[in-house]
């Protein structure tokens, strides 16, 4: 055997380890579950429950990584969109009007980062700060004006009901992947966000706008916020100041988790924070479960994080360089 | 530009900014410093925000992005606390022994960041990702997720913030380690070499790791001391910044820093650090005159869109010129 095919099987190994890091992670997570005799199904719809919103926005999130540029705003866009979605329907009682705020809040969001960023040239991860601030404390001020400072505002559980099973949200996951495997994969606006991630001066010099690519990166992401927070409201039909707190930085996590370069670029992957979405939260629940105490998160999420760089190191193997990477 | 033309241009910004803020405050029948308890607190937060920018231009204007700022203060400053109470039970003395023993963890915590990127050589931003979450765990797993109050509150903490002379002599201190040790020592060259062109720099046989290390190293001590003054400042540290709770600390640093960046076109960088820190401490010592009216969320607003139009002018500056002209 060649050492050149030897190095093409040794990398195509490394690639699927992502899923089977799922695989085994999801194994475990059943032998956990049943050794100390917890229900498997209600496990299985928190993990899928959880799992879900991350891996949503995730993966809207995955055009704007792709880029090569990175956008912490997602979490507090999320709550943003669930806020407004909830005034929304209070003021209207109508579900209709409360799913086109939240997706019309969930865009405009992230529109509003990319013509910041495209058209006064701010490095898109400054003005996504910047978004993060306003759309936290905008979100903060409303709910403890309307819902007090813990109890936070809700809008009656009948009317996301209907919402709340898992095969209407694995449907709308699976929709919305779709969707976004199409653009990403088979499209030329997909092709070129990946060459602007991989090479923006030769992505440029060949013609290639990239403030028109950072705007449609954007607005996927900005749609996989909305179809977040919905997905929040029908699993839980109230919304806090902690609401997807965690989502923004999460992400992070999840897109690396699921075998991506954190730069972006060619190596990109669609699937990624599906993948990557699911194993971290497994990875969290497990230790949860086997750790079973309050005082053991921190216990937890060191074992969490240890595991997620031991991961991380692993799959980027395949694309290690002598100096150290900026 | 002539000495005293740079010197004019360098000082603009922050007697612009106390111009305009003063007169607001005049309009209201108030001053930004109205009496020595206020100077106090306004030197105080000066030496916060400028050793926070420091900390955080050290690796981010060398392409290495961290997350672990706010998690390497808390830590650091929560060995340092715990240790000196349990030598001094509060007593005398207790602010100085552990500002130094924060100050030492901090370094420690820098270096073993810096030594798991050097090692791992995965990008900057993933490693401190999971650098975060392993010292946010430790820190709720010795704390228990509980606040460090009793550690904190003595007399000695209360006078480290109590008057603006240790604050002032803390702000010297770092200014003139920050300026010996980037523009006056063999690692300070190296580090702007590297910093300019990373490829060449290591290939004319400059150590890439040792620097890096430093770096890492000093970012975290500053951090520690960061850390203790906003111990003494809140007279409590919190123990239970889970899942990233910790890394907001960072984002307040970010348009002091960029306008560093612009006042060090005149003048010495790290100057530009504690003029873009007077800045930023008197919109805060506004903020505290106008606290009956600009609440909480109207000051991170104001902040998130004073960071984007100061960016729209930075990066548009010729532009700008050119329209005015026209």
Same mark, same amino acid.
């Given at each position: 055997?060649?050492?050149?095919?030897?190095?093409?099987?040794?990398?195509?190994?490394?690639?699927?380890?992502?899923?089977?890091?799922?695989?085994?992670?999801?194994?475990?997570?059943?032998?956990?579950?049943?050794?100390?005799?917890?229900?498997?199904?209600?496990?299985?719809?928190?993990?899928?429950?959880?799992?879900?919103?991350?891996?949503?926005?995730?993966?809207?999130?995955?055009?704007?990584?792709?880029?090569?540029?990175?956008?912490?705003?997602?979490?507090?866009?999320?709550?943003?969109?669930?806020?407004?979605?909830?005034?929304?329907?209070?003021?209207?009682?109508?579900?209709?009007?409360?799913?086109?705020?939240?997706?019309?809040?969930?865009?405009?969001?992230?529109?509003?980062?990319?013509?910041?960023?495209?058209?006064?040239?701010?490095?898109?991860?400054?003005?996504?700060?910047?978004?993060?601030?306003?759309?936290?404390? $905008?979100?903060?001020?409303?709910?403890?004006?309307?819902?007090?400072?813990?109890?936070?505002?809700?809008?009656?559980?009948?009317?996301?009901?209907?919402?709340?099973?898992?095969?209407?949200?694995?449907?709308? $996951?699976?929709?919305?992947?779709?969707?976004?495997?199409?653009?990403?994969?088979?499209?030329?606006?997909?092709?070129?966000?990946?060459?602007?991630?991989?090479?923006?001066?030769?992505?440029?010099?060949?013609?290639?706008?990239?403030?028109?690519?950072?705007?449609?990166?954007?607005?996927?992401?900005?749609?996989?916020?909305?179809?977040?927070?919905?997905?929040?409201?029908?699993?839980?039909?109230?919304?806090?100041?902690?609401?997807?707190?965690?989502?923004?930085?999460?992400?992070?996590?999840?897109?690396?988790?699921?075998?991506?370069?954190?730069?972006?670029?060619?190596?990109?992957?669609?699937?990624?924070?599906?993948?990557?979405?699911?194993?971290?939260?497994?990875?969290?629940?497990?230790?949860?479960?086997?750790?079973?105490?309050?005082?053991?998160?921190?216990?937890?999420?060191?074992?969490?994080?240890?595991?997620?760089?031991?991961?991380?190191?692993?799959?980027?193997?395949?694309?290690?360089?002598?100096?150290?990477?900026? | 530009?002539?000495?005293?033309?740079?010197?004019?241009?360098?000082?603009?910004?922050?007697?612009?900014?106390?111009?305009?803020?003063?007169?607001?405050?005049?309009?209201?029948?108030?001053?930004?410093?109205?009496?020595?308890?206020?100077?106090?607190?306004?030197?105080?937060?000066?030496?916060?925000?400028?050793?926070?920018?420091?900390? &955080?231009?050290?690796?981010?204007?060398?392409?290495?992005?961290?997350?672990?700022?706010?998690?390497?203060?808390?830590?650091?400053?929560?060995?340092?606390?715990?240790?000196?109470?349990?030598?001094?039970?509060?007593?005398?003395?207790?602010?100085? +022994?552990?500002?130094?023993?924060?100050?030492?963890?901090?370094?420690?915590?820098?270096?073993?960041?810096?030594?798991?990127?050097?090692?791992?050589?995965?990008?900057?931003?993933?490693?401190?990702?999971?650098?975060?979450?392993?010292?946010?765990?430790?820190?709720?797993?010795?704390?228990?997720?509980?606040?460090?109050?009793?550690?904190?509150?003595?007399?000695?903490?209360?006078?480290?913030?109590?008057?603006?002379?240790?604050?002032?002599?803390?702000?010297?201190?770092?200014?003139?380690?920050?300026?010996?040790?980037?523009?006056?020592?063999?690692?300070?060259?190296?580090?702007?070499?590297?910093?300019?062109?990373?490829?060449?720099?290591?290939?004319?046989?400059?150590?890439?790791?040792?620097?890096? +290390?430093?770096?890492?190293?000093?970012?975290?001590?500053?951090?520690?001391?960061?850390?203790?003054?906003?111990?003494?400042?809140?007279?409590?540290?919190?123990?239970?910044?889970?899942?990233?709770? !910790?890394?907001?600390?960072?984002?307040?640093?970010?348009?002091?820093?960029?306008?560093?960046?612009?006042?060090?076109?005149?003048?010495?960088?790290?100057?530009?650090?504690?003029?873009?820190?007077?800045?930023? !401490?008197?919109?805060?010592?506004?903020?505290?005159?106008? !606290?009956?009216?600009?609440?909480?969320?109207?000051?991170?607003?104001?902040?998130?869109? &004073? &960071?984007?139009?100061?960016?729209?002018?930075?990066?548009?500056?010729? &532009?700008?010129?050119?329209?005015?002209?026209?």
């Amino acid at each position: 055997m060649t050492d050149k095919r030897k190095t093409n099987i040794k990398q195509k190994l490394i690639s699927l380890l992502p899923i089977a890091a799922l695989l085994v992670l999801f194994a475990v997570f059943l032998v956990v579950v049943s050794i100390n005799g917890y229900r498997l199904d209600m496990y299985l719809k928190i993990v899928f429950n959880e799992a879900l919103v991350l891996a949503v926005v995730a993966t809207g999130a995955i055009f704007i990584y792709t880029l090569g540029t990175f956008d912490i705003s997602l979490g507090a866009s999320t709550l943003f969109a669930a806020t407004m979605g909830v005034m929304t329907y209070n003021k209207t009682q109508s579900l209709i009007l409360m799913i086109v705020a939240i997706f019309a809040v969930g865009i405009t969001a992230s529109l509003l980062n990319s013509v910041l960023a495209s058209v006064f040239h701010i490095p898109p991860f400054v003005t996504t700060v910047a978004m993060m601030s306003v759309l936290s404390a $905008l979100s903060a001020q409303i709910i403890t004006s309307y819902g007090g400072a813990l109890g936070g505002i809700s809008i009656p559980s009948e009317v996301v009901k209907p919402f709340d099973n898992i095969g209407f949200k694995a449907m709308l $996951l699976i929709a919305f992947f779709a969707i976004c495997f199409f653009v990403f994969q088979f499209t030329k606006a997909g092709r070129r966000m990946k060459f602007v991630g991989g090479n923006p001066i030769c992505a440029e010099l060949t013609g290639i706008k990239a403030s028109k690519y950072t705007i449609l990166a954007f607005v996927m992401a900005g749609i996989g916020i909305g179809l977040g927070a919905f997905l929040t409201l029908c699993y839980t039909p109230s919304v806090t100041t902690t609401t997807a707190s965690s989502i923004g930085m999460n992400i992070f996590i999840a897109i690396v988790f699921g075998g991506m370069p954190i730069s972006g670029g060619a190596r990109s992957k669609i699937y990624a924070a599906l993948i990557g979405g699911f194993s971290y939260i497994l990875l969290n629940d497990i230790l949860e479960i086997v750790i079973d105490s309050s005082a053991a998160y921190g216990i937890t999420q060191v074992i969490s994080a240890v595991f997620f760089l031991a991961v991380v190191y692993v799959t980027s193997m395949n694309y290690r360089t002598a100096l150290l990477p900026r | 530009m002539s000495t005293p033309k740079r010197i004019v241009n360098a000082l603009a910004m922050p007697v612009v900014t106390l111009v305009v803020l003063q007169t607001l405050c005049l309009l209201n029948g108030q001053s930004v410093i109205s009496n020595m308890k206020s100077f106090d607190n306004f030197i105080v937060y000066t030496a916060i925000v400028m050793i926070t920018t420091m900390a &955080l231009s050290i690796n981010l204007n060398s392409g290495r992005f961290d997350f672990s700022l706010g998690s390497m203060a808390g830590l650091s400053c929560i060995i340092g606390a715990k240790i000196t109470y349990g030598i001094l039970s509060g007593g005398n003395g207790s602010a100085p +022994l552990m500002l130094c023993i924060s100050l030492v963890a901090g370094v420690i915590l820098g270096l073993i960041s810096g030594l798991t990127y050097c090692t791992l050589r995965l990008p900057p931003i993933i490693v401190s990702l999971g650098v975060t979450l392993v010292y946010e765990g430790i820190m709720y797993t010795i704390t228990g997720g509980k606040y460090v109050m009793s550690e904190v509150q003595n007399p000695s903490m209360s006078g480290l913030t109590g008057t603006w002379v240790y604050a002032a002599l803390i702000i010297a201190a770092v200014l003139a380690f920050m300026i010996i040790t980037f523009d006056k020592t063999a690692f300070g060259y190296d580090y702007n070499a590297l910093k300019s062109g990373q490829k060449v720099a290591v290939a004319t046989g400059i150590n890439e790791v040792k620097n890096t +290390l430093i770096c890492y190293g000093i970012s975290g001590g500053l951090m520690g001391i960061v850390g203790t003054l906003n111990a003494a400042r809140n007279t409590t540290i919190n123990g239970g910044q889970l899942n990233f709770g !910790s890394i907001a600390i960072m984002f307040t640093a970010f348009l002091p820093m960029f306008i560093a960046g612009y006042i060090g076109r005149f003048t010495n960088e790290k100057i530009g650090f504690l003029l873009a820190a007077v800045c930023m !401490s008197l919109l805060n010592s506004t903020f505290a005159v106008f !606290s009956n009216s600009v609440n909480a969320t109207m000051q991170s607003i104001i902040n998130a869109v &004073l &960071l984007v139009v100061f960016l729209i002018y930075l990066n548009n500056n010729d &532009l700008i010129k050119r329209l005015l002209k026209a």
